[in-house]
């Protein structure tokens, strides 16, 4: 069974959509057969193979609000498509649903995962709406990672007859067995760490200002437009000397950031936050984590007076309370990490996303 799984970016693109498509690209078994279908983010595309699953990118003119500018991208689409017995989209990508418009379904069962509303570019959801929702209707099952984004969003109110909550994974067998050497860090105070582009809804402003009522170390791996301007903020704050902006980490410096902190943090301050995927990397290395009371998936994913702290978004001082409790409270601590192990091989191991992801097909193709 051949299965085209269509997203905007695709390894070695970071991020967490493109992690959860690799997943089920490289996990899905026999008799499955995947295709994945992306741009590139700027310059000429092309053909590869990784790890077994061939690719194809599509030629871009570079990325505008979060979108690659592809001309060619619904050509390569109908093609692809029509080798295809399940077409899988990966939302939101308009790109991908225009595409879908343009060559339409005929006989291909097609689904979607839908990682999360369109929250910041209001303006242009007016116009890109009725298309979303004609292409959700159109649809045979639509994936949607957590219960709290099925509850809260307005989009999939109409459709949730037909939506499965399939929650995103880690691979716990790769992470058992992962090398790393611990980071070298000049202080000897605990480690705090911040995964994530620097974008406007991750909320590093507010952990920057906490920075101030807490005596620890901050790693921050990740890059991103807001780079210059959290750094400037750090040295005006006067906590530049206890935050290291690590910039673009290898995999292998990323598990060593993981491996080396106390506490993860994940400050985030909108709904484009749907999940937070490095909450299950930290959860699954026994990291408790800190995060915000979001009315998406994030605070599913991690549990409050369980496997860490919730915090209202934007309060700095909450967060720093939050930190400074646990970083006080080494027993503490360590319960919430086991707990984080545990809820992680409970709901969110690679191998339960795969079975889930299989049977939506399944329905879907019985639909």
């Not at 996990?27 to 595309?45: C, D, I, K, W």
């Not at 343009?102 to 570019?121: E, K, L, M, N, P």
């Not at 949607?144 to 099925?150: A, D, G, R």
């Not at 704050?237 to 935050?243: A, E, K, L, M, T």
Request: proline content about 6%.
């Amino acid at each position: 069974m051949n299965i085209l799984q269509v997203n905007k970016f695709y390894y070695p693109e970071v991020g967490g959509i493109e992690k959860v498509v690799q997943n089920i690209a490289e996990g899905l078994p026999e008799p499955y057969s995947t295709h994945v279908l992306a741009s590139q983010p700027r310059g000429f595309g092309g053909h590869q193979i990784h790890n077994g699953v061939e690719v194809s990118k599509v030629s871009s003119l570079g990325v505008a609000m979060s979108v690659p500018v592809a001309p060619t991208f619904p050509l390569r689409f109908r093609t692809a498509a029509k080798s295809a017995d399940i077409v899988h989209h990966h939302l939101p990508n308009p790109v991908s649903t225009v595409s879908q418009e343009i060559a339409g379904a005929g006989d291909t069962t097609v689904v979607a995962t839908y990682h999360s509303d369109i929250v910041r570019q209001a303006t242009a959801l007016k116009i890109y709406r009725p298309l979303l929702e004609r292409f959700l209707e159109g649809i045979d099952r639509i994936l949607v990672t957590s219960e709290p984004l099925l509850e809260h969003s307005s989009i999939l109110k109409p459709y949730q007859t037909k939506c499965d909550v399939v929650p995103l994974s880690v691979d716990i067998e790769t992470i058992d067995n992962e090398e790393y050497t611990p980071l070298d860090i000049q202080s000897a105070s605990p480690v705090i760490l911040f995964v994530g582009r620097l974008n406007y809804y991750k909320g590093l402003e507010y952990l920057i200002e906490a920075m101030k009522r807490i005596e620890a170390t901050l790693l921050v791996a990740g890059d991103g437009e807001r780079r210059s301007k959290l750094k400037q903020q750090a040295r005006e704050q006067g906590v530049d000397g206890r935050i290291e902006f690590l910039g673009y980490v290898s995999d292998e410096q990323l598990v060593s950031a993981y491996r080396t902190a106390d506490l993860f943090v994940l400050p985030s301050v909108e709904p484009s936050e749907a999940f937070g995927i490095v909450q299950l990397e930290a959860m699954a290395r026994e990291v408790p984590v800190i995060n915000t009371s979001l009315p998406t998936g994030v605070p599913w994913v991690s549990l409050d007076g369980k496997t860490g702290r919730t915090v209202q978004p934007r309060d700095a001082t909450a967060l720093a309370e939050a930190v400074n409790e646990l970083l006080a409270n080494d027993s503490r601590r360590r319960q919430y990490g086991k707990q984080a192990r545990k809820r992680v091989e409970k709901l969110f191991t690679k191998e339960r996303m795969i079975e889930n992801v299989q049977r939506s097909y399944q329905k879907a193709l019985d639909s």
